[in-house]
């Protein structure tokens, strides 16, 4: 199986701040990487698919980049509504698997 | 509008069994890649199962032998038969869909989610 590794666990930032996320698989996945976002007692949304391509209707303040075992999801300027839980994803191969998730909170 | 309503969750007792319903809306079930997609309390998303449009399934280690993945084309509806279950299996069940123009996995969009609790 594959395992993806997220860091940090979590991390507290301000309204404008510019927030880095990685995420690493255990083996090369190309670009078969997922990011997603969810909000506490909801269902995830997907941001991110394919390593880089913006998922329709996400703000372009989100991007990714990365390929084989090293990510990025990075925000350029954190809104107050992006205080949630990050997980990515790989759909390279079955069984698919999540990081363990990157919790973004107010500072 | 893509729509996905999950319902039958609920309390079960070790060793018992569940049907999971997702019904879907905006979309056509047997056409797309439906997954099971499961999180236990305060923890993070765990992959469970998946239907390919041409109706091949796969499973988690996890519930492999206990629980199947379905669907009824004519009710646009996916399932979860879970038997067997465990403390373990206790979580909240998201049905997932992913289009076929991706990897089979892109989830892009999710049910809101029901809620399976096994404990005696």
């Known amino acids: 199986d594959i395992q993806m590794t997220q860091s940090p666990s979590s991390l507290s930032a301000s309204v404008g701040d510019r927030v880095t996320i990685t995420c690493r698989a255990s083996?090369?996945?190309?670009?078969?990487l997922n990011w997603y976002q969810q909000k506490p007692g909801k269902a995830p949304k997907l941001l991110i698919y394919?390593?880089?391509s913006l998922q329709s209707g996400v703000p372009s303040r989100f991007s990714g980049s990365g390929s084989g075992t090293d990510f990025t999801l990075t925000i350029s300027s954190l809104q107050p509504e992006d205080f949630a839980t990050y997980y990515c994803?790989?759909?390279?191969?079955?069984?698919?698997?999540f990081g363990p998730g990157t919790k973004v909170d107010i500072k | 509008e893509v729509q996905l309503v999950e319902s039958g969750g609920g309390l079960v007792q070790p060793g018992g069994s569940l049907r999971l319903s997702c019904a879907a809306s905006?979309?056509?079930?047997?056409?797309?890649?439906m997954s099971w997609v499961r999180q236990a309390p305060g923890k993070g998303l765990e992959w469970v199962s998946v239907?390919?449009?041409?109706?091949?399934?796969y499973y988690a280690d996890s519930v492999k032998g206990r629980f199947t993945v379905s669907r009824d084309t004519s009710k646009n509806t996916l399932f979860l038969q879970m038997n067997s279950l465990r403390a373990e299996d206790t979580a909240v069940y998201y049905c997932?869909?992913?289009?076929?123009?991706?990897?089979?996995?892109?989830?892009?969009?999710w049910g809101q989610g029901t809620l399976v609790t096994v404990s005696s």
């Open positions: 997932a869909r992913a289009p076929p123009s991706g990897t089979y996995y892109d989830f892009d969009y």
């Open positions: 905006g979309f056509t079930v047997s056409s797309n890649y």
């Open positions: 239907i390919y449009s041409g109706g091949s399934t």
């Open positions: 083996q090369s996945i190309s670009d078969y």
């Open positions: 394919a390593a880089f």
């Open positions: 994803q790989q759909s390279y191969s079955t069984p698919i698997t």
